[in-house]
């Protein structure tokens, strides 16, 4: 559906009128992009311009050049191709902008940078004229060149339906998709949206880059230095796969304990406060909110993880290790027995360790856009809890496994410091007791209360 | 877009009526969550109740309490959050309901649970008000704590456009999606739709729950209880890596099977009946409908049995094994010859089942809500029918491969009972077997026909 | 959100206006399987036919069969589901057609096969109705079966707001999706959808059989006929596994490479010219605008070389290999030193793999629909280009560092031809080495400053 159907225009018969005339004020980069495409889906285009023969030699030689008042004369819909700054000349052109549409396309340098929108200040600028927000979020150069896979959705606001619905007709025609936002209120929010840089992966980003550079260190000292330092033996090649392999289970694993703390923290909260009508500190409101992120980043540490484990018996170093292994027992003649106890432990950790990983990848498969949309509430609820705490509970066995006969094993500690996957176990198994706590009748029963709308002390909030 | 743009507020001039007061009927949880998020946007708000004084206590503090029919007197939009079985009291507030907005945010506790939607019920009790359907799907919990990430989607129906406009302009000044379902027909659904948990999932899951404890129990008894009765080999640890892997491709072929089934009967169906203007019998159109379903808990265990066949060479017990072999093949100091046939056995049916899951993963990802919307349904007839062909045939064959040197050797049915791999070949070598049979031009073109509308006994339609 | 809520009509007492009666023309296969489903759906049907008797004997039995101007009057709607060559002699019933809606359900056999629009022609010959297109996405099996995975999304466009109202409704009354596309010059396009079959995708999927093909020969004549020409040796299942797992990431590499170049000759063509207005050739538009089916099919064949990677350890032929090598070992009575310079190379070149491969699968989930839509052009820009790069500049170095030391090794070049990675490094290194020289300042700024709208020389745009 991204073709446009120029085609048309060439037969059919009463092609001069299909496509109405589009006015643009601004020759600047965004409005000749905008012109070239509105060409090419064969619309015609006047530009307004202060004088009207200076910049024509930049504009696409298909569209007329005029002065702003016999350009406005010409078309319907307007836009203002023009930053913010220059908007106070069109107080002088109201009169021929009365009933107009025009299209406010500006972004700003900074999010909230002034105290109205952009188009809510055009609207009280020409107060005659119907002010439609929109293409805003459209680059000049995705406009071009035709790439537009990314801002395919223009965001549309107004106060008036038809003018807006004629906007909306001519974002379709340029195959590209309205969103309608609904009144000129939501201006503000649409030209905030285009200066976003993922604003709710900044703190998750940050946080697991902290982290992962502390537990980076942590291993490289005990792994790498100390035998360095104790045995005389270069074990630098551990960089590359050892050591990460280390760090990814320990952060997938911290960072999935965090994104379960804060509810068991608001959990705890609600019950001492005795309603759930008084707001959360604002740093767990925020930590709250991007629960989701954190869950995504574990996620992404724990596929590194499950590769750097399955490239194990690949690597050259563990094939001279088994090598050397086998030879060795080859040359005291010796087979080992099987090791009942040790085939348990590791067939149990490496299971707990697949099905905790699988049921992590589905969490995150249901947290796609689109998935997550196709579901109500109860079902969300369901995956995320229920699945959830499943998975918190299979990667912490897996862990406890995995490292549980080193527990009480003095040699594991080097340096008196414990081994990495131990201080990875401290926030999940933190989440998991106080959950069991909280799952008991006499604790449960009266924060389902408090979260359906019942308060211990009622006149606390009045 | 999804911050509310409140800050506006704070400076925009004509503040006071730029946001309209929105009434509340009802300061049960909904309603007091539902005004605690609109004061936050910036809505003033005033709640109806029965007594004026009594539940002030516990509405938010910025929010009016009057009598329903001073608070219904300043609002445009009154929301409904009251229970049904309470609605009887508004019959008498007709006159100041009259041309106001009634938003009914109801919901049921059962599916279908009254003859018509509360929403139509309302209706009929007010007739002069316009009632639009909003809110439903929306939880008081996530209004109030913001996390609002699966029902971003608020379903509006309504039969009067201009009453729909406003309450949908109310739910993106909230940072919801408003979605418009038409008119207040949809209501009934609109209302089921939060009471459903996964209602497609249940036959599929149930049904593989079923089945994988069939097989389980069935692998247990051949792969530890066997070698433990006649070998006194304790394998119980087999539980944990060895027999999941073989139950897990045997369901994910076993359940690709019966998603391919259906529509072989429908086939043979429709041939026997020679017109398609005939409903299928009840189960067989509910399997039709659910084999989307089927398909991706296939691809969940063939995810699975991938990820214990990778950690194969890492496990304690296979390089146990591993080294016992070597160990002892140097003690006879002997060197084996390369087998080819084992080699390209081996490498074939490794082959085929690494294309077999490539294809299924593809087909996972075509499921995908926002990947099958953006395909047409001659694409999507493409990718589901011949690459899940494709698919099926893979797998089919790599089972085949697999196992196929073992079909004429007696000692691999223990107990007299086939090897498990052996029943999960059953299914989809039957429809392959019957969709090779019915590619032939003397089947392929009647049935074609038929798909198009032509039917042998015309008079059987009457 | 999918059943209809036919259940309602049962008791609700005003059931009989409650769903209008639809009136279609045509007794083909999809007016039969639209008449079915909108009495499924509550909705009395009535058909508009020639003769008023023959038909009857073929259309459900619950519909009505009128003469075509009876049935017209009998509705609102007129569902029109004749071919366009069918289409003159409504022209007759023009009078009674006046104000109606007409649907145009139409679709053809080729892209384009008229000079304007199916809804169009109807638009012309029936001036006074209100032609709205719609249900044309729909195919007659999935309207029968209910199995409307694919298409339930209905695109809608029409000149008459209250007219497309109406169909909209309609539309969601039958569980699908309606989709506002505008006025009735958005009707070709919605024609030529359903005709489309992945057109984007031809090309990529076309280059890359020709170049896997290209590499499959090469890597069997390396790997398999030249052993046996000059050692004798049969390595004939190598077809299986080895030679795939050379192709695959040759292919995977090639072809990331290919996703950037253009973006590089655009550059070098942008900064030759001086401006952005000129249009590229057409050529590199089309590979410009074929970018992510490129880096899609690129991420598959990534995706296949990790598996055949992965089960290497479990190969017949891997184990036979590692067994001899060991044995031998054992006979001789040496155990090897650990060589650090090894152990360092393959462990680098495998970190490299899974980092490289982990941005590549972010790249891929960004590439989804519904992920895309939710970023905006600056957050797109960022992953596609920072992460795009970061991606090719690991896979790059993975594949360097893999077969870096057999560069100057002779032995290396069979039959003078270099082996089958080096090719692979080809076109990925000429882009970074390009990109690399693009970054400095003196061909960056000009670039920047040519996207930003100036140029050269402006006359020659005139």
Redesign the interface.
């Known amino acids: 559906?991204t073709?446009?159907?120029s085609?048309?225009m060439?037969?059919?018969p009463p092609a001069p009128n299909?496509?109405e005339t589009v006015c643009i004020f601004g020759t600047?980069?965004f409005g000749?992009?905008l012109a070239?495409k509105l060409l090419q889906c064969g619309y015609p285009v006047v530009f307004g311009s202060r004088g009207s023969q200076q910049p024509?030699?930049?504009v696409?030689?298909d569209a007329e050049v005029l002065s702003h008042a016999e350009a406005a004369q010409k078309a319907a819909i307007i836009i203002i191709a023009i930053q913010r700054q220059h908007y106070n000349f069109l107080t002088s052109l109201a009169e021929v902008l009365r009933g107009k549409v025009l299209v406010d396309v500006s972004n700003n340098l900074k999010i909230?940078q002034y105290?109205?929108?952009n188009a809510?200040y055009l609207a009280q600028l020409v107060p005659g004229a119907r002010v439609v927000k929109a293409f805003n979020?459209?680059?000049?150069?995705?406009l071009?060149?035709?790439?537009l896979?990314?801002?395919?959705?223009v965001?549309v606001c107004g106060d008036d339906?038809e003018a807006k619905?004629m906007v909306?007709?001519l974002v379709?025609?340029l195959g590209l998709t309205p969103l309608d936002?609904?009144?000129l209120?939501?201006a503000?929010?649409?030209e905030?949206?285009?200066?976003?840089?993922?604003p709710m992966w900044r703190f998750p980003v940050f946080l697991s880059l902290g982290l992962t550079m502390f537990f980076f260190i942590y291993s490289v000292a005990l792994t790498v230095i100390h035998p360095y330092v104790y045995q005389k033996k270069?074990f630098?090649?551990?960089i590359?796969?050892?050591i990460?392999n280390q760090v990814c289970p320990v952060m997938a694993l911290t960072l999935l304990g965090l994104v379960y703390l804060p509810g068991i923290l608001?959990a705890i909260l609600q019950l001492c406060r005795g309603t759930?009508?008084r707001r959360f500190p604002d740093w767990l409101?925020k930590w709250?909110?991007c629960?989701?992120q954190l869950g995504l980043v574990a996620l992404?540490f724990a596929?590194?993880h499950?590769?750097?484990?399955?490239?194990?018996?690949?690597?050259?170093?563990v094939?001279?290790r088994?090598?050397?292994?086998?030879?060795?027992?080859?040359?005291n003649?010796?087979?080992?027995p099987?090791?009942?106890t040790?085939?348990?432990?590791?067939?149990?950790y490496?299971?707990l360790g697949?099905?905790g990983?699988?049921f992590f990848?589905?969490l995150g498969i249901t947290?796609?856009?689109?998935?997550?949309?196709?579901?109500?509430?109860?079902?969300?609820?369901?995956v995320?809890s229920k699945l959830g705490y499943l998975t918190l509970v299979l990667c912490t066995a897996h862990t406890l496994v995995y490292g549980g006969k080193w527990f009480l094993v003095p040699s594991s500690y080097k340096w008196y410091l414990p081994p990495i996957y131990m201080l990875s176990l401290i926030v999940p198994c933190a989440v998991l007791v106080v959950k069991f706590v909280l799952v008991f009748p006499c604790l449960d029963k009266p924060l389902t209360q408090i979260?359906?709308?019942w308060?211990r002390n009622?006149?606390h909030?009045?």
């Not at 905030?192 to 993922?198: D, G, I, K, M």
């Not at 003649?333 to 080992?336: D, F, G, L, Q």
């Not at 040790?342 to 149990?348: F, L, N, P, T």
């Not at 947290?367 to 369901?382: A, G, I, K, Q, T």
């Open positions: 559906m073709k446009s159907s085609n048309v060439a037969l059919a299909k496509r600047g980069d000749r992009a070239h024509s030699s930049v696409p030689k909230n105290p109205e929108s809510e979020t459209v680059s000049a150069w995705a071009q060149s035709g790439t896979d990314a801002s395919r959705q965001f339906t619905k909306m007709d379709r025609a936002q609904g009144s209120l939501a503000q929010e649409i905030n949206y285009p200066l976003q840089l993922f270069d630098s090649f551990f590359a796969i050892t990460p608001a759930k009508y409101d709250m909110l629960r989701k992404a596929s590194v499950v590769l750097y484990t399955l490239v194990m018996p690949i690597r050259s170093f094939n001279w088994t090598s050397n292994r086998i030879v060795s027992q080859a040359l003649n010796k087979t080992e099987l090791d009942n040790r085939a348990w432990i590791s067939d149990s490496l299971a697949i099905l990983f699988f990848a589905l947290s796609l856009p689109s998935v997550s949309n196709s579901v109500n509430w109860r079902e969300f609820r369901f995320q979260r359906q709308g308060e009622p006149q909030s009045k």
